[in-house]
């Protein structure tokens, strides 16, 4: 099955800065890539998405890339503030739709 | 927007007894709803995928016996945790799927349910 690697587990960057952050996947038949923010003891929230029939999708300060061949994507944020912090997950799925596979997520703390 | 509005929130239990977590899509019908579980610091892991009208589908290494997936309407998924040991503690998470009928909503999550067993 699907297996959906993330790093780092935890990043710390001072306010203003870029994050960066990067997920690689197994299956070479997902195609649906989703970023989720989770703030503890809350559900996720999907900040971006992007499908595998586009290189890179953009939402004023946050990006995506996605690389099919090298079966990798990453999420960028820039100019950070302090309330981006909180855990962010990677995610794969076959088809919009199906089951999603998360990666183990990453710590972000934005320094003020 | 969806909402799946998930029951309780939070819920503290004697080690060997039977809690259920309901999920309900508020205004849209879920035909399927994934359940996750969440340890402390760690990622969603599926659990289980439930589908109106037919058996759930369980993960690798989910015990069918102990958690016992229901899909008894278009809007109410359950999970019950049977015979609740410590190690069950955690934070329980369902999620609709986007689609539903209709409309396209996205995945929707409920709010969540950490169970405390003691």
């Known amino acids: 099955g699907e297996n959906v690697e993330q790093h780092p587990s935890t990043l710390s960057v001072q306010e203003g800065d870029s994050a960066v952050i990067k997920c690689t996947y197994s299956d070479s038949a997902s195609n649906y890539f989703p970023w989720y923010k989770q703030e503890l003891g809350k559900r996720p929230q999907l900040i971006i998405d992007?499908?595998?029939?586009?290189g890179e999708k953009k939402d004023q300060r946050i990006a995506v890339t996605l690389n099919k061949t090298a079966k990798h994507f990453s999420l960028h944020i820039t100019e950070t503030q302090p309330e981006d912090s909180a855990v962010y997950f990677c995610?794969?799925?076959?088809?919009?739709?199906?089951?999603?596979?998360f990666g183990a997520g990453t710590i972000l703390r934005v320094k003020s | 927007g969806a909402v799946v509005s998930q029951h309780p929130s939070w819920v503290i239990c004697k080690s060997g007894t039977s809690v259920k977590i309901e999920c309900r899509s508020l205004d849209f019908q879920a035909t399927t709803m994934f359940w996750y579980r969440q340890f402390p610091k760690q990622s969603l892991m599926l659990m289980a995928t439930?589908?109106?009208?037919?058996?759930?589908?369980?993960e690798q290494g989910v015990e069918k016996d102990k958690f016992l997936i229901n899909h008894a309407s278009l809007t109410l998924s359950t999970l019950t945790v049977t015979s609740a040991h410590p190690e069950d503690s955690s934070f329980y998470i369902c999620?609709?799927?986007?689609?539903?009928?209709?409309?396209?909503?996205?995945?929707?999550f409920g709010s969540g349910t950490r169970l405390t067993v003691v």
């Open positions: 999620s609709a799927p986007p689609g539903g009928t209709g409309i396209n909503y996205g995945y929707t």
């Open positions: 995610a794969a799925s076959r088809t919009y739709g199906n089951k999603l596979v």
């Open positions: 439930s589908n109106e009208g037919s058996k759930a589908t369980y």
């Open positions: 992007i499908r595998s029939n586009v």
